[in-house]
């Protein structure tokens, strides 16, 4: 996934959206904003990034799961399993984004990408709702695709990069 | 572990990332719904979609309710054939399912009871019952004083069904707070220019501009959903942005140019620009010599208003201006000088107005491709019904003669005057009916307000939410949320017509009732049947489609109709086409006939404002993009994202007050007025150190809203000073100081929080 830093306003919808299409508990979350702000009035500068899981090709949450929970699912996807899930909370104590919690009912949650839909071909809820299209989302292996080509573009970078865990979402700036 | 599961991290400025605010929240096992349940998500095949247009904000998005097998609301997605949404609602449309759930809605219908103690409370009553009250007090008013001592207030789309029913009750005074304290000095200040009003959804064809200037105008935290999309799309095709803000809006950050004006120098800044492109020739000159009026006096008007000038007053440097004017120019006709939407700030706003007409007129940008294009709507012939009765007087006679004649709606404030009873005018307005717009959070001066309420014989709120406006009420009768109810068609214009439906996507909960049944109900009870002549809206909605050739089927199942155009182009005067404007000489008026007649200046001019006293800061407000006003502050979802204001301070400022981020502080304002609740501070780079600035809707004192009660300040009450516009009567707001009070004052209300 690629998020166009230049274009989000920061407005939360893909938070709502996502919210409602994967029925996520009040007070919790599987994506957020984040606002950054630079220099003094009046030379500032910012920007609003949309932050969720990086599924990672190098997971930590994965490798330290003790029951399997957590996995890499075909096409990259990091997911967990409800029913395998114990919460115990070891795979959030491991992610350096801090993009887990513990459902209510005891498993861990995160962001899917809305396997659901993708399954069926749609774009995961927050893409299709963001107001600014600043979200992208497609096949990083083909070098066709929107994300592919907007890398390839554009000037992107990833976040904490210096934990290893080769995280696949991409800010464009 | 760090606690950061929260939605919104706010930074604190120059320090890259910091997450203040924790998220504290943990509900055991409650969904969405409300309800204990883990069910994964429902793929939208095992759902019903129907279609509604949303009402959380202005902009009427149309889109689909999703129902589950259950029959519970699901979500709702914006519908890709309209054009207010292309479907992507908001973050609020996308919330508004929360509206529905919301379990401090109004529930039943409420009357206002006196014990023997002189105590008064609300009891529940039946719909026959309050009704019955409600026209029984109308029928009275009518008898003893007159239908035009009713006044109804009105907002949103059922306000329109509640005007028809007053209108045939008799009275000329239906009012809203959009006009006066909104967008009212902006139709003024376009009407007197070119004979035309801006409208919502704005004309702006941002799509397609080269070059984007606002003026105080925070698209993308205002969430004007069609504007913001448009704007990303204009930023994907490389046009300029050029954002003139005091404050570090968002917009500004993805501006090209931001313009860190001084607060209510504005007019300065316009003029100047409009120097610049005179001296340098950089106007359209085909275009002013065929369609304007009165240029030379323009020239010489602002023959010495020069950058220079303008630097002394807006601190924005000769060279920017002439930099930004040249921009502006070098995209001409594809740029738009936007007009803003709410324009109430320092009373001089219809002339504020009028320079950025005449500043798109220089630049040609009105009639274009990328500029102001020529919206068309759908003419709806209404269901028969007889001609509304005459009215004898209306609010105006309340006031001398002539005043505010150039208001082309009809003035909250100037109802609120009307209602006080004086002695100069002995019929004041004694019955009000609120139909969806919480008066104290939308007029300022909330002394005035009061004086009226408490002046009137009886005041109905018909409402979804105990905002605070209905703890005044003498009846409260409760409406479903539009996710529950038929309305009236959307007919807004557009770069073509379209036609939208809204349709209920679950049975009205509790005893809540739609607006259109309300507004029939009492129409029986005031023996006005004739003008409500179908049983249910249905019929009506079905003889409207008719007439326009499709059918409540046929909307049911598409939600959004596209109609041809019938008149002139969307970009009429892209070739200087021949056209009457509906102005006195038939020309866009640069110089204003219409305002000269009427005693007011035919050039806007820059006037200076006052300051703020030593140890006072100008309070500024604005919006959020997960909330619209005090309307959505108790919906739990969009509160989970945003759940109380703060209050902006410059970090000097926090030095000079020794503030904390995060620190609670009273408001105090030039009147002595102190906020009711304490609000956080935010200290922020973002803001000048002569400002604060808070999100507007918020500091809610009805202990009813169980979210939203005493979170952070309400900004409306601390305005009570109003610079009036002369010209149309609108409410300046932005003329108000305040300081900070680090201990609870007397009037301190945050024990009752707890
Ligand atoms: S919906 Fe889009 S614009 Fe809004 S915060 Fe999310 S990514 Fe940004
Ligand atoms: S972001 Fe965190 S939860 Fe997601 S894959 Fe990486 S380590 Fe795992
Ligand atoms: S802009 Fe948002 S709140 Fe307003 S009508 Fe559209 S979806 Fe609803």
Redesign the pocket.
């Known amino acids: 996934m690629a998020i166009d830093t230049n274009k989000c306003v920061g407005c939360a919808d893909c938070v709502v959206a996502c919210q409602t299409e994967n029925n996520v508990p009040h007070g919790f979350s599987r994506d957020w904003i984040v606002e950054n702000v630079a220099g003094t009035y009046p030379n500032l500068n910012m920007n609003f990034r949309s932050e ?5 090709d190098n ?4 490798r330290c799961c003790p029951t399997g929970a ?1 996995h890499i699912a075909e096409g990259g996807i ?1 997911l967990v399993t409800h029913d395998d899930c114990i919460g115990c909370s070891a ?1 959030i104590e ?7 919690y513990v459902h209510p009912d005891g498993y861990v949650d ?2 899917t990408f809305c396997i659901q839909r993708i399954d069926k071909g749609q774009n995961p809820a927050c893409v299709d709702v963001c107001p600014t299209h600043c979200l992208h989302f497609g096949d990083l292996d083909n070098p066709n695709s929107e994300v592919s080509l907007a890398l390839k573009n554009r000037k992107w970078y990833v976040l904490a990069p210096e934990a290893g ?1 080769k ?3 991409y800010f464009l700036t | 572990m760090k606690t950061r599961r929260q939605f919104i991290k706010i930074s604190t400025a120059g320090a890259g990332v910091a997450a203040l605010g924790l998220h504290s929240l943990k509900v055991k096992g409650l969904n969405l719904l409300g309800e204990e349940n883990t069910e994964e998500p429902v793929s939208d095949e095992d759902m019903t979609a129907t279609p509604t247009y949303c009402e959380v904000c202005f902009w009427k998005c149309a889109g689909w309710t999703y129902v589950d097998k259950k029959g519970r609301i699901r979500k709702i997605i914006g519908n890709k054939n309209d054009p207010h949404s292309n479907g992507r609602m908001c973050p609020r449309g996308t919330g508004g399912l929360g509206m529905y759930n919301d379990e401090n809605r109004l529930k039943t219908p409420l009357i206002r009871e006196e014990d023997d103690k002189g105590h008064q409370y609300f009891r529940k009553a039946s719909w026959d019952e309050a009704l019955n009250l409600v026209a029984a007090n109308m029928n009275k008013l009518r008898k003893e004083h007159g239908p035009e001592c009713m006044a109804l207030f009105a907002h949103g789309t059922g306000g329109k069904i509640m005007s028809h029913l007053i209108k045939a009750y008799g009275s000329p005074n239906i009012t809203a707070p959009s006009f006066a304290q909104c967008r009212g000095p902006r139709e003024v200040g376009f009407f007197a220019t070119y004979g035309e009003g801006v409208l919502s959804p704005e004309r702006t064809d941002i799509r397609d501009t080269r070059c984007l200037v606002l003026i105080g105008s925070h698209i993308g935290e205002n969430m004007h959903n069609g504007q913001i999309q448009e704007m990303s799309e204009a930023i994907d095709n490389g046009a300029t942005i050029i954002t003139v803000d005091p404050r570090y809006s968002t917009a500004a950050s993805h501006s090209r140019y931001w313009l860190a004006i001084k607060p209510a120098t504005d007019i300065a800044l316009l003029l100047a620009w409009m120097h610049v492109i005179i001296e340098e020739e950089l106007y359209d000159k085909a275009y002013v010599e065929k369609y304007t009026y009165g240029f030379g006096e323009l020239k010489a008007h602002v023959k010495d208003k020069t950058p220079e000038w303008a630097y002394g007053i807006t601190t924005i440097e000769p060279d920017v201006i002439r930099r930004t004017a040249r921009e502006m120019a070098g995209a001409a006709p594809s740029v738009i000088v936007h007009p803003g939407r709410h324009v109430v700030w320092y009373g001089d706003d219809t002339q504020r107005s009028r320079a950025i007409a005449i500043l798109n007129a220089l630049l040609g940008s009105w009639g274009r491709r990328g500029g102001l294009y020529n919206p068309e709507k759908v003419h709806l012939p209404s269901y028969p019904h007889p001609p509304y009765p005459k009215p004898k007087r209306s609010w105006r006679d309340a006031f001398p003669k002539g005043k505010y004649k150039l208001a082309s709606e009809v003035l909250t404030s100037g109802i609120c005057d009307a209602t006080i009873p004086n002695p100069e005018w002995d019929c004041h307005l004694r019955g009000w009916i609120v139909y969806g717009t919480n008066l104290m959070a939308s007029l300022p001066d909330q002394k005035k307000t009061l004086q009226a309420i408490h002046s009137l014989d009886f005041l109905v709120v018909i409402d979804t939410m105990p905002m605070d406006i209905t703890g005044y009420a003498d009846v409260i009768l409760p409406e479903c949320t539009y996710l529950e109810r038929y309305d009236i068609l959307r007919d807004s214009p557009h770069r073509e017509p379209y036609l939208a439906l809204r349709m209920p996507a679950a049975k009205p909960k509790y005893e809540t009732k739609p607006g259109w049944w309300i507004a029939k109900q009492l129409a029986h009870r005031l023996g006005l049947d004739d003008y409500f002549k179908w049983d249910n809206i249905e019929e009506m909605l079905e003889w409207q489609l008719k007439q326009k050739g499709s059918s409540l089927e046929e909307m049911k199942r598409i939600g959004v109709k596209k109609f041809h155009r019938e008149y002139d182009d969307l970009y009429n005067l892209q070739n200087l086409e021949d056209c009457e404007f509906n102005t006195n000489t038939g020309k866009i008026e640069l110089y204003s006939t219409e305002l000269e007649e009427e005693g007011f200046d035919p050039f806007p001019d820059y006037t200076h404002h006052p300051e703020p006293p030593e140890g006072y800061y100008r309070l500024n407000y604005g919006r959020a993009p997960m909330h619209t006003f005090s309307r959505t502050v108790d919906n739990h979802n969009l509160w989970d994202l945003m759940k109380e204001n703060k209050v902006w301070v410059n970090p000097k400022v926090a030095d000079l007050w020794n503030l904390k981020n995060g620190q609670e502080v009273w408001l105090k304002n030039q009147d002595g007025i102190i906020s009711i609740f304490p609000i956080k501070v935010r200290i922020t780079e973002r803001i000048r150190w002569d400002s604060v600035y808070m999100v507007h809707g918020f500091g809610q004192d009805n202990k009813k809203l169980t979210r939203a009660y005493g979170r952070g300040a309400n900004d409306t009450h601390l305005i009570s000073k109003v610079m009036e516009d002369p010209i149309m009567g609108g409410t300046g707001m932005r003329g108000n100081f305040v300081t900070f009070l680090k201990e609870a004052p007397a009037n301190n209300r945050k024990e009752d929080k707890a």
């Open positions: 969720r899981c990086n599924h990672c997971a930590p949450c994965v957590s990091v795979c491991s992610c350096p984004y801090d993009a887990r995160k962001c865990t995280p696949q979402l």
